[in-house]
């Protein structure tokens, strides 16, 4: 009997030291595969700064944008920004309002930025002499008017609104292509053919395509980056917009579109892509306008400051 109760006693002993040994592998893997799953959906992150229409010049205020104020607003900017650990950091145009020296007040500030930094071309960097407007490519820092980058599973595609247009179109051939393509869209009546708006070159229609097929092949998501919006219509749209959905529709890894120029800002969602326009920095003023923005595995966050809104975009 004493023999059966020792024995009874040691195997519920024994069951008991398996349960907790069993219980403590269990927690264990349990919080090995929850910090795995967080890793998984971190690996893909980061964070970014984006600010647009900086629009620097030493004029008179005009149309409530105060472009004396841009200088101490970029200032300001990048100041928060450094504060952050930013993988990039991205200007969506109008960096000057006119006059080649403009660039000599805001460029040094841009540069004390502690991440990578990009810039997108807008129809008012091209506000100065003929003679200088390729210099103004250059001091911005651009190889290429457009050119593409990517950063974890993201392909970012910058576009160069200006390639035809009354102001940036710089050799014989995008002159040409600038004139064939305003007087084929005159006569429809659209409210975004604006001589200071501008279109894509054939050339950089079939680079987007390259870049979209590059994208897909590398199963990346892509994001573009213009200084003229899509969408919403309205007068500030780049004039072969058309054109430019009709090249995208096929491409469901297209998930965004961020852009300036009209400086209200605004959104719109398409075909499962997020149109946004960051409102203009120059504008009103006491307040400023920039922007953080997280991407994140199913979501983009914006952390809007001053008149930015903050806003979370759902990657369908
Ligand atoms: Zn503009």
Known sequence: MIAFFLYFKNTVYLKLKIDLKVKKN??????????????????????????????????????????????????????????????????????????????????????????KSYHVLGNHDFEVKDSLKTAVIRRLNLENRYYSFTEKDWRFIVLDGNDLSFHGALTQEKKQQTDSLFNLLKDKKIPYLKKWNGGYSLEQLSWIKKELELAIKNNQKVGFYCHFPIFPIDQHNIWNRNQFLALIKPYKNVKIFFNGHNHAGGYQMKNNVHYLTFKGMVDTENTSAFAKVQFDKDTITIEGYHREPSRKLVIK
Do not use: M
């Open 26 to 115: 269990i927690v264990f893997l349990l919080g090995f595969l929850a910090l795995t799953a967080c890793k998984d959906t971190q690996k893909n992150s980061f964070k970014i700064g984006i600010i647009s229409d900086c629009q620097y010049c030493d004029c008179d205020v005009k149309w409530d944008r105060h472009y004396k104020k841009a200088p101490h607003r970029l200032k300001e900017a990048v100041a928060t920004l450094n504060k952050d650990t930013l993988n990039y950091t991205i200007h969506l145009g109008d960096f000057i309002d006119k006059d080649f020296k403009s660039l000599d007040s805001v460029l040094p500030l841009w540069k004390k930025l502690k991440s």
